[in-house]
């Protein structure tokens, strides 16, 4: 299977949090115009960390994706609900159904700068500086997010990273 967003989210993005609020969300500025938008990336980004901390409650693929749903678009919520939860059979051919674990897949950015913003649509930088820490960001990088609005609710509807 193919899954273009969810590769590009999972070659670029990944969140690490502490208890609470991430360093990197103390850091961006979520004050000014386009703060609906920069909280929108915000609280998208941080789904996963709700996914895990909800882990119990998932117990179905429809579970995960309706978590994603809350703050990325149909497409996106799907890709990530098929990474995100696994089903199959073990050597025994015991049907097994559970969360994929592993690294977190989000990081917040350095800054978040809207380029564009029309009433429904809003394009948005993603912005990471280079870290010593790495291996994603031994250097410098930015990703092209579009977000879409439906109803009164910002969502993220892409990432690419290729745009750079």
Known sequence: MRFPVIAA???SIVIVLTSGKSKRVEKLDTSGANSDIIEAV???YGLEEE???NESRMKK??????????GFGEKVSQELAEYYWMEGEDEDGERFAMLRSGDPVFILPD???VV???EERAVVILNYSKSEEGPITYRAYSIKIVLRKEGE???IYEADSRWF
């Open 42 to 44: 915000v609280y998208g």
């Open 61 to 70: 693929r429809d579970d995960v994706y309706a978590l994603f749903r809350k």
């Open 51 to 53: 996914l895990w901390n």
């Open 153 to 155: 609710t910002w969502k």
């Open 111 to 113: 800054s978040i700068e």
């Open 116 to 118: 564009d913003r029309g």
């Open 9 to 11: 989210l999972l070659l």
